[in-house]
């Protein structure tokens, strides 16, 4: 009966893993960083199960399958759930903006615990150091056994604690409800896996994991509700939020600055070379402002059409010309590397919160008067070409 049930929780959550991870490779949650590889986690995550299915049918003499296949067949669920683990590790880190994959000597080092789960998983079928089968087919642990908890079960800790710690800090406050969502994920697996381990009759691992990466999707389509679904930064409704969570933790040593972005000539791109073009002038804006951002603080975001807004909280002897500067420069940059047949050019307009302007709307109002100031003396033009 304990073996069946087992064998039915196994199904259950194979199927569920499934179902998530198609949804997710075909829905919106595509937009977020690195997302296939949320979705590679959550298929190895599936296959463990597969295997687990496999050891606990044929270690209950309920399907023919020999000691040494019993061992293969541990030796695969070990590997592919250390290969889930592994997977959310890079996606987090992703997520985080470390790109792993482009920082050889990282990524190397960031797979030893894997190699070395390997090593051990090999090393069990001549020592039997993780685990072994007696000659009457019975399951035995070996003196090493907890260590293929460690190394796997490593990558989700370290993510969680990496992830919290980023939660925490004041720039990253129009992420805090990701990260925390990301710190979250290890919660289940981690209180499942100790239990897993003393009642081994009972399906709490496998049911632990596919609540966390059920909670983390689902939780993640809430999230880009909130995303501009062309350029993946935020939209207007997650501007505004941020706007008046800043406006209300402001202190006396800091300067808030609302600030208005506008692409000059915007409907001749679209006029002259298409939608298509205009929508890449689009993308490569948003993906400036992110990048000034993310490097000199602030939060951007797609205000709507070919107006983007920042609202950037800057110590009081800072220089918000600055800021704009940096913006016009990153500009320029991208337009050199990507060789377009226009150049894009954009006016940008600001307005400080003030004593004066202590209500949002003023401040948005006065920074959008501002900025189509500025487009005033950019004048009406046709695309620039290189």
Not at 253 to 264: A, K, S, W
Request: net charge neutral.
């Amino acid at each position: 009966m304990a073996t069946l049930l087992y064998a039915e929780v196994n199904v259950f959550c194979i199927v569920i893993l499934c179902i998530v991870a198609c949804n997710a490779a075909s829905s919106g949650f595509e937009m977020r960083p690195a997302a296939h590889l949320f979705v590679i986690s959550i298929w190895f995550a599936a296959i463990s199960n597969v295997f687990e299915l496999l050891w606990n049918l044929g270690s209950a003499a309920q399907l023919p399958i020999s000691s040494f296949g019993l061992t293969i067949v541990n030796f695969l669920y070990f590997m592919t759930f250390g290969l889930s683990c592994f997977s959310w590790f890079l996606y987090a880190e992703a997520f985080l903006g470390n790109r792993l994959f482009k920082n050889k000597p990282l990524f190397i080092v960031s797979t030893l615990p894997l190699v070395l789960l390997a090593v051990l998983l090999v090393r069990s079928a001549f020592d039997g150091c993780l685990f072994y089968f007696d000659e009457n087919g019975v399951y035995h642990r070996g003196p090493l056994f907890y260590m293929q908890q460690i190394l796997s079960y490593g990558y989700i800790a370290f993510t969680s604690c990496k992830t919290l710690i980023s939660a925490m800090h004041k720039k990253n406050y129009a992420l805090r409800d990701d990260f925390l969502l990301l710190a979250s994920f290890a919660i289940s697996p981690l209180i499942a896996a100790p239990f897993q381990a003393i009642y081994q009759n009972i399906p709490i691992l496998p049911v632990g994991v596919t609540v966390s990466f059920l909670l983390v999707y689902v939780n993640s389509l809430k999230t880009l509700i909130s995303m501009d679904p062309l350029t993946g930064i935020p939209n207007r409704r997650q501007l505004l939020r941020h706007l008046s969570s800043e406006v209300r933790t402001l202190e006396e040593n800091e300067c808030l600055y609302f600030m208005f972005i506008d692409i000059d000539s915007f409907k001749q791109i679209n006029d002259t070379y298409g939608h298509n073009e205009g929508d890449r002038a689009l993308m490569m804006t948003a993906s400036v402002l992110k990048a000034v951002c993310e490097k000199y603080g602030g939060f951007c975001a797609r205000y709507g059409g070919d107006e983007f807004a920042i609202v950037h909280v800057m110590d009081q002897n800072a220089d918000i010309t600055f800021f704009c500067d940096r913006i016009s420069k990153e500009l320029k940059r991208r337009n050199e590397k990507e060789a377009m047949a226009y150049t894009v050019e954009a006016s940008i307009g600001y307005a400080e919160y003030t004593a004066e302007l202590d209500n949002i709307q003023a401040l948005i109002y006065s920074a959008d008067y501002a900025m189509y100031q500025i487009k005033k003396t950019h004048g009406p033009k046709k695309p620039s070409k290189h």
